[in-house]
């Protein structure tokens, strides 16, 4: 039976103050699109005492460049630095941005990371040995430095071949679950991104499909669930009340 259910959004849809006044869990974004300061991730930690905070992997790590998302992002223009980016590559722009993601963690108090890489990081042999020492080398940097998180990855397109052995590494298999289903293990990690053919993000979920997404839940030993979709704030409180409705703990 499951011990415990976040529920949160991708993102701050309202202001932060009115956010943590209903939910207590967040999945940050402004960390993929931004290298942000230390500093505001403290005063976020402070804000919010005890919340339960996941800190998207910046686009760094995981995309590789000119990839559309890099408009948005702080990066600079410096083409020999950028060419180094993404796909989770042994390089030194990448171990660079994956120390600061740790210290973003500490700073944040963050409970979790989210790792997404994009449809052009195909399931291939190579693709999945880079991301598997990734993994391995990002573990073993949390050890050393004593932090305990979970650990998700939301990769586009893959099938569940590979799902086994996400399990031995600790990481999580996070995703949409009309996409990815219900992956073994004691976490589940769900995005709901509402997609609609020609509506992007767009659909908003009914208190019945809520209903049926936390019933799939009882295996597993804890739940987050992050909305993703335009009307994120007012499904998350639907969830809520959905929860609260089978005698759930939100």
Partial sequence: MVREILVGCCGFPVKRERYFEVLRGVELQNTFYRLVKEESLKKLRESAPGAFISIKAPMGITHRWPSPVYRRAGYGKDSSYLSQLGAFRETEAVRSLTETLIKWLEAAGARAVLFQTPASFKQTEENLSRAVEYFRRFRERLRERGLKVIVAWEPRGWTPLFWDLLDALGVVLAGDPEEIGYPPGDVAYLRLHGRV??????????EEEIRRIIEN???????YIFFNNVRMFNDAQKALKVLEEMGLQA
Wanted: no cysteine; aromatic share 24%; charged share 25%.
């Fill in 217 to 223: 839940l009882y295996s597993f030993q804890r739940a």
């Fill in 197 to 206: 053919a020609g509506r992007g993000y767009g659909r908003e979920y009914s």
